[in-house]
């Protein structure tokens, strides 16, 4: 299929406007929202955002889940030159202080609730006067708001952007158009920026090996806060004029629904997604017959199970991470299952991958294992004072060190090995240690927090905590859960938690994450 000529993501929208018109691009909460309409909403949510000052490299915050406001006001910000903070709904109160804080956003749209949290409380008691000296104006979709934010339905109604800005006051295609927070080796996430171009050439480049075409309607339960679900979904999607369809959160049988009534050709999953679909009661064979590719993580067996079982044939497995646009290697959709689920393909276009010595650095030949590194379509390096993560991120040549050991086939596929950082990689999100215990932390009780990750099957890995309670506390597992669960974003609860008097550590007093490992291990034997 011939590529999108547009290199900025508003000029993208338009230009796939013009040329699909009443196509379907978005189908969310039980409305079809086509090409055509789609451009006008983005168009009235740029106005908007105009009128109150926001323009060229602003930073615009986005705090809803999948539906289709999300992806309007992703596009009206990007016909701007601004940048989309995308804020995880998974998020507490404390979490958002952080987030709002640092991102240095000007203007915050937001949902006022989801899943049991109000965001719009959380909101109005945090953005007091002053606290957040560059977030001026605030929009709400829903209920609860201060009586001067903007309701969604205002914005929603102004009058559309008549024409992009002019060249040098609106986007380029090397302009941030997303910033994706990410777990990292602090106790604080790191800010990803993703470039305009690079998120359409490189999502255009995934839906080429998926097969992808303006006929195909493709089912993302994954968050678009993710840079699976916008930098990867998202593009690939509309770069082939196909329809996104939006679920709101994953439910299986809510997925078993969506697939049989809008006849999903394809869908973005994980093994977890996929084991709980085809598990769930109301499963069939022929309620995801529609099915034909998509894409994947997971061990050879996963990939099986989504092919052969849930019946997305030409499923693709894939490698990367939100550094580099979600994905920077994608396997090809007709090539045989076995290849498919052996290899995690080969680079994108514009890719370049390379294995080095852990020790030396040095290149080392296909067939032997090392850590992967990865040029081409990567972020250009953290932002907002994480200038030491970038240099520890990067190479001298440009090269993202991704912290995962793999090899490269004889013929130039990736095959992924495992993880050779802390970091714990749970249902496709990574989780740094450093936050778990920041979150046990928090607990009046406890003194001392260590966390691991534990192989799962299902979810790639199970959190472990280990924790020491200040003398003469009392506190058990079950009410250390509790505490995590309403403190923190629920990725971050542990599978197990464990009392014990003390945890290795340094002659200088560090934890020693690596010797927790054994003990973690007991709990899954």
């Not at 039980?30 to 323009?55: D, E, F, K, N, P």
């Not at 994706?180 to 790191?190: A, D, E, L, M, Q």
């Amino acid at each position: 299929m011939k590529a999108p000529y547009s290199r900025t993501l508003g000029e993208l929208l338009i230009e796939q406007a013009d040329r699909y018109g009443d196509r379907p691009a978005v189908i969310s909460r039980g409305t079809t929202v086509s090409y055509a309409a789609l451009a006008g909403r983005a168009a009235r949510v740029a106005s908007l955002l105009r009128s109150h000052g926001i323009g060229r490299g602003d930073r615009v915050g986005l705090l809803m889940n999948n539906r289709c406001e999300w992806v309007e006001t992703f596009f009206g910000a990007a016909m701007l030159g601004a940048v989309v903070v995308a804020f995880s709904t998974w998020s507490k109160r404390d979490e958002l202080d952080y987030l709002f804080g640092d991102s240095g956003i000007r203007a915050l749209v937001l949902m006022d609730r989801f899943a049991g949290q109000d965001f719009a409380a959380d909101t109005r008691a945090l953005a007091v006067p002053g606290h957040y000296p560059a977030l001026e104006t605030i929009v709400l979709l829903g209920e609860g708001g201060a009586p001067d934010w903007i309701p969604y339905e205002t914005m929603a109604a102004a009058e559309p952007l008549a024409a992009l800005p002019a060249p040098g006051d609106g986007a380029s295609a090397v302009d941030d158009a997303i910033l994706i927070y990410t777990s990292g080796s602090s106790s604080r996430p790191k800010s990803v920026p993703l470039s305009h171009h690079g998120i359409i050439e490189n999502g255009f480049n995934i839906g080429e090996r998926q097969g992808y075409a303006p006929e195909d309607r493709v089912l993302l339960a994954p968050p678009l806060f993710w840079s699976y679900g916008s930098a990867n979904a998202m593009s690939a999607v509309l770069t082939h004029g196909a329809a996104l369809v939006l679920q709101e959160r994953f439910e299986p049988g809510e997925s078993l629904d969506l697939i049989e009534q809008h006849r999903c050709t394809a869908l973005y999953t994980l093994p977890a997604i996929t084991s709980a679909l085809v598990t769930h009661p109301a499963f069939r064979p022929e309620r995801t017959a529609s099915l034909r590719t998509g894409v994947t993580i997971g061990a050879p067996q996963d990939v099986k199970v989504a092919a052969e079982v849930l019946g997305a044939a030409d499923i693709c497995n894939v490698y990367g991470q939100t550094e580099s646009y979600g994905n920077c290697c994608v396997t090809w959709h007709h090539w045989p299952l076995e290849k498919r689920s052996a290899c995690q393909g080969p680079p994108l276009p514009g890719v370049i991958i390379r294995i080095v010595d852990p020790e030396t650095g040095a290149a080392l030949p296909a067939g032997e294992p090392g850590l992967i590194e990865v040029k081409g379509y990567i972020t250009r390096g953290y932002t907002d004072g994480s200038a030491d993560q970038t240099a520890a991120a990067m190479t001298a040549d440009g090269f993202f060190r991704t912290g995962d050991m793999g090899c490269l086939t004889g013929t130039g596929e990736i095959q992924f090995i495992g993880r050779t950082t802390e970091m714990i990689k749970k249902g496709g999100i990574n989780i740094s240690p450093a936050e778990v215990e920041d979150v046990l932390m928090r607990h009046p009780a406890i003194a001392q927090a260590g966390a691991v990750g534990v192989p799962d099957r299902l979810q790639g890995e199970l959190l472990a905590a280990f924790v020491v309670a200040k003398p003469g506390a009392e506190v058990t597992p079950e009410a250390l859960a509790a505490h995590c669960r309403a403190t923190a974003a629920r990725y971050k609860v542990p599978d197990f938690i464990v009392l014990r008097d003390s945890l290795p550590v340094t002659a200088t007093g560090k934890l020693m994450r690596r010797e927790l490992k054994p003990w973690a291990m007991e709990l899954v034997r």
